[in-house]
């Protein structure tokens, strides 16, 4: 399994961002994907995740500003990120754990300017 994730890039604050992760290769039906970020000098942390079937769990910093979501038939997940502050900027990661196993993405830079 492979994820390619795709639409970090440089924003102002309060601005807006939709990040993408595509999957390729055999992906068992239950799964969960996630999204982590990264910031400089700072632990790996989750920022969403949504299993097949399930409902989204959001670290409590981006509640009611992000989105997850997925489509299952394009094996791709998104986040969509709103009113973008400056402790966003990370390098975000997607996730996938599966039955076979845990993959990451190469991690796509987002950087929130004040």
């Known amino acids: 399994v492979q994820l390619q994730a795709s639409g970090g890039g440089l924003v102002q604050a309060g601005g807006s961002l939709k990040l993408s992760c595509a999957a390729s290769?055999?992906?068992?039906?239950?799964?969960?994907v996630g999204w982590y970020r990264q910031a400089p000098g700072k632990q790996r942390e989750l920022v969403a995740d949504?299993?097949?079937?399930?409902?989204?769990n959001y670290a409590n910093s981006v509640k009611g500003r992000f989105t997850i979501s997925r489509d299952d038939a394009k094996n791709t997940a998104y986040l969509q990120m709103n009113s973008l502050k400056p402790e966003d900027t990370a390098v975000y990661y997607c996730?996938?754990?599966?039955?076979?196993?845990?993959?990451w993405g190469q991690g796509t830079q987002v950087t929130v300017s004040s």
């Open positions: 996730n996938l754990v599966t039955l076979l196993g845990t993959y």
């Open positions: 290769g055999s992906i068992s039906y239950s799964n969960v």
């Open positions: 949504v299993s097949s079937g399930g409902r989204p």
